[in-house]
């Protein structure tokens, strides 16, 4: 599959009715579940699209583009319920074919509307009722236990809203990861929060058995960060960049990423040149195109997605490099490099 299209698709959307979807939750993805070319992908669920999934190929318009595709099937688990009654489903989420996903506390100190990343809507999949606020270690464990026995899912990815003491989540993330391993041992497994205010919260994280880390900058341009995730950029970058590096201390090179979204306004050129000073530090840059959310800020103030020649040059340009320093998404074993669904990096050999 062309990064040309993948991008195009991630962009355009597609139209197909997909069981594994999610409306809202963290971070900038909302996006129905398919395997395009046997990858996984998160592509927005579009009925105006001009691609759709048909007898198993991506169509454009009339022309079979000859691409194999199909929905991520629903789940078994997502049909079980925790001893103490809660569905699963509303405790951790299918991602691509074989990921699991969690938010482990669904609340944001930085939700006010002043301080909210403009793209995020993790409290809104709270008040949907389609989420719960707080997941036990426990019932994570027992999620995990059965996602991996039943539907085999390879690979947690867990985020958390950012808490207000110093581990920034870190400490409930933490205690989640030593549950879920106690309850399937060897299960590859990414954090991902905020660069705590104490950097011993990450050697926790390791000890914990956490096998990547997450720290998301989401932008490396400071007038981006003022405008976009307003709350965030409050942490000043040499913060992100001091976490980044014990990150890598502890977890290895290409075990530590962060999200940079495209289409914020940002400089390509810059944004470029920033991935290549991570990658030299052994930060994977996940490069993923802006997509307004459902009741996100951002789709309140009429943002749309970026342009997809834009995207395309962006990603092949932090392929290259990731591929110059030997650094693949699928080495890191768990997380969302590892998964690849929201990014056309895989398609670009990443
Ligand atoms: S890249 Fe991350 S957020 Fe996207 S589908 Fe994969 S695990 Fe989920």
Known sequence: MSVGTRVDVAIRGVRVDAPVRRAGGA???????????????????????????????????????GIPARPVDRPRFYDLVTEDGVPYERLARLHGADVLATTVVQTCVRYGEADRC???????????????????????????????????????????????????????????????????????IQVQCEPPADLAWL????????????????????????????????????????????????????????????????????????????????????????????DSLAARDGATPPDPRVVRDVTERVAALLRAAGMTGAAQQAGCAACGACSALPAAGA
């Not at 950029?233 to 014990?246: C, F, N």
């Not at 920033?274 to 959310?293: Q, T």
Request: aromatic share 6%; with cysteine.
């Open 27 to 65: 971070g900038p993805s909302d996006d129905g579940h398919l395997l395009l070319g046997g990858a996984g992908a998160a592509i927005p669920l579009d009925p105006a699209s001009p691609y759709v999934v048909r007898d198993g190929s991506l169509w454009l318009g009339d022309a079979d583009l």
């Open 118 to 188: 403009r793209f995020c809507t993790v409290e809104e999949s709270l008040r949907a009722g389609a989420t719960v606020a707080a997941k036990t270690p426990e019932q994570l464990a027992e999620v995990a236990e059965a996602a991996v026995r039943l539907d085999g899912v390879r690979q947690m990815v867990m985020t958390t809203g950012t808490t207000a003491g110093p581990d920034r989540g870190a400490r409930v993330l933490a205690r989640a990861v030593r549950a879920v391993l106690r309850a399937v041992p060897g299960l590859p």
């Open 203 to 294: 050697a926790v994280l390791h000890e914990a058995g956490a096998t990547a880390i997450g720290i998301h900058a989401e932008s490396l341009d400071e007038q981006v960060r003022r405008a976009w995730t307003p709350g965030k950029a409050a942490v000043p970058l040499t913060a992100y960049e001091a976490a980044w590096d014990e990150a890598v201390r502890l977890f290895g090179r290409n075990r530590v990423s962060t999200y940079l979204l495209v289409g914020l306004g940002e400089d390509p050129d810059e944004l470029v040149d920033g991935a290549a000073r991570l990658v030299a530090r052994g930060v994977y840059p996940f490069v993923v195109p802006f997509r307004p959310l459902k």
